[in-house]
Structures are given as C-alpha cells and as structure tokens.
C-alpha cells in the first residue's frame, strides 16, 4: 500500500511539474508578443513624428513664372519662344490641332518617277516575286528595244529596282537585322549551349516609325 500511495505521489508531482513548465513558457511567450507589439508601436510613433518633421508642399508657393534660381540667368529670344504658327509664321490661337498636310497630286508616283516605274516594280516585285536574274535580262531586252528611241527602260538592273522599292516611305517600315552572341568568360568543361550560339536581332528603325506616325493624318 506505501509502494501504490508512493507512485500515485509521483505521478501527481510529474504532472504539476509539467503544468508549471507549460503555464510558464505561455507567460514567456505572452511577455515576448507585448514586448514585440510595444516596440513596433514606438517605431510607429517614430515614423510618424519623422513624417510629421516633413513640411507640406503648396503648388501656389511655385508659380509658372518664377524667376530663375540664384545664380542662373535665363534669356528669352524675341521670336523663337516655342509657340505654334501656320506657314507665313502667323501665331496660331491656344490648342489649335495641326494642320493636316496636303493631299498629293493625282500624278505623283514618288519615290517613283512615273507610273511606269511603280508598276514594273509592283508587278516584278509583288505580283510574280521573280528572281534578280529575270529581272536583269528583261530589263537589257527592254533597254535594247528602247535604243531606236534614245531612250531606256524603267531599272537598268534589278539593283535599281531593289533601292527604289527601298526608298518608298509609304506602307510599313522595313525591317533590319543583326547577329549577337555572347562574348564574355566561358567554363572550361560543360561550356552551356547559350553561351556558343548566335542570335539574329531583328527590328525597325524608331525614328522611321515615329516619322510616319507623325505624317499620318488619320492618327
């Protein structure tokens, strides 16, 4: 019976030792949060009164005409001062849309110089994509036709053709190309495929496209 009453005594101190062990590492841990929530609240104090050091901006403080800076000087000139004006350098009222270009005239083929031109290029280029060697016979046979008249045909060689069509600002902006690698150190084994390859680049030239945006009237 003193062995049993012992081992019950055991057990019972086992369990209490564990509740206080457990009831105090919960008031640790409660400490540890109040500690934590009681700094980031101080920080946020600090924040604001940082932000509160920081003065407020009035635009009205600013005006468009404000005069220059200490030390600068700035020079308007008596003409040139930026503002839209027609042909005759009439100054236009405030927010009057651009003017649209003129429509060109029925006969105009440019870069073209003649209608001629532009449909042997359109027909040769577009419509049958013949080869370059085509086009250099047919133009000799046409040129030979035309010696009676003291006259030549439209191209004297595809090359011609080629550049004229090159030439035309009309229509999309060709496209370029280039071919870049990679050309910095490399491993000595196991050398990445990436890193031996080439890549084309293609792209069209910004200012071209900007240029035609600009001298499209219906944008």
Known sequence: MVMKAT????????????????????MQMKTQTQTQTKTQTNEDEDE???EDDIPLHYPEDHPEDDPAPEGLTREV??????????????????NTPPTPPPAPPP??????????EFQTAE???????????????LMNLWAASLLKHHDTGPYPHHTKLYQK????????V???TFDMSYTGPMPEHNVPGWMKAKY????RDPRAVVRNILANPRV
């Open 77 to 94: 000139h008596e003409s040139m001062d930026g503002r839209p004006c027609d042909e005759h350098g009439n100054f236009l009222p405030p």
């Open 174 to 176: 060709k496209w370029e």
């Open 107 to 116: 006969d105009d083929w440019s870069p073209y110089d003649s209608r001629l």
């Open 200 to 203: 084309d680049v293609w792209f």
């Open 48 to 50: 604001d009164e940082d």
């Open 123 to 137: 027909l040769l280029y577009m419509r049958m994509q013949t080869s370059a060697g085509f086009i250099d016979e």
């Open 7 to 26: 081992g019950h005594a055991i057990l019972a101190l086992k369990t209490k030792t564990k509740v206080q062990t457990r009831t105090r590492t919960q």
């Open 165 to 172: 069509i090159d030439s035309t600002i009309l229509g999309d």
